[in-house]
């Protein structure tokens, strides 16, 4: 099935670091969500973004819808061991109901 | 408030067995979606339902089917089970309408043999 590219696909920090990853699409979307996941759960909404250029904040996460509307970025600052987890995009495009998920960035945080 | 609840949690049924997976939605959710999970992927998308109606549908076989029910809960049938039907299965609700954000209920985990 169809999946957005994510990257990095994992990432091993350590705790206190700051962490980057992002989301790229060859369509054009008019919402971005990101989520986190950790075993045997669903997956958790973190933030929603509507807007071209948009950057949101949900305590240590930040996102970003970028400009181009085929992509989105997601910041982690200060991790923690907690943020331990697998963290997805989704998008979605205009007139269409379903959203299309990302591949996945691993994270392992190292106290 | 609760969330988006799923039944069962576990399922292991045999090839060529059907099966029915539950979901109801976070109260006032009048949309439901389905996704399929495989180990090491992220979800993709079966169904979604609004009102009672289908309003979506991914690119999975006819054996797949799923209806919403007047109070908004949703089933999922899956018939003539393959082995590569083994995934986790979730259920997400949201609002439409005035957000799309989309919360996953904790899965059912089906395993095929």
């Known amino acids: 099935g169809q999946q957005l590219n994510q990257s990095p696909q994992s990432m091993f920090i350590q705790e206190g670091e700051d962490v980057s990853m992002n989301c790229t699409s060859s369509s054009i979307f008019n919402t971005w969500l990101w989520y986190k996941q950790e075993p045997g759960e669903g997956p958790v909404l973190l933030i929603a973004l509507y807007k071209a250029g948009e950057l949101t904040s949900n305590g240590r996460l930040t996102a970003q819808f970028g400009i181009t509307r085929k992509d989105s970025f997601l910041n982690i600052s200060a991790s923690i061991p907690s943020d331990v987890g697998i963290y997805f995009c989704a998008g979605r495009t205009s007139g269409t109901y379903k959203y299309i998920f990302g591949t996945g960035t691993r994270l392992k945080v190292l106290a | 408030d609760a969330g988006v609840t799923q039944s069962p949690t576990h399922l292991i049924k045999t090839r060529g067995q059907h099966v029915t997976l539950r979901c109801s939605p976070i109260s006032g959710h009048k949309s439901v979606s389905w996704y399929q999970q495989v180990l090491g992927q992220g979800p993709q998308f079966i169904f979604q339902y609004y009102e009672k109606e289908e309003r979506g549908r991914g690119n999975f076989p006819d054996r797949f089917s799923a209806r919403q029910f007047p109070n908004y809960s949703s089933e999922l049938n899956v018939n003539a089970l393959l082995l590569g039907d083994s995934a986790l299965y979730l259920c997400?609700?949201?609002?439409?309408?005035?957000?799309?954000?989309?919360?996953f209920g904790p899965g059912t985990r089906l395993t095929v043999t």
């Open positions: 997400a609700s949201s609002l439409e309408g005035t957000s799309y954000e989309q919360y």
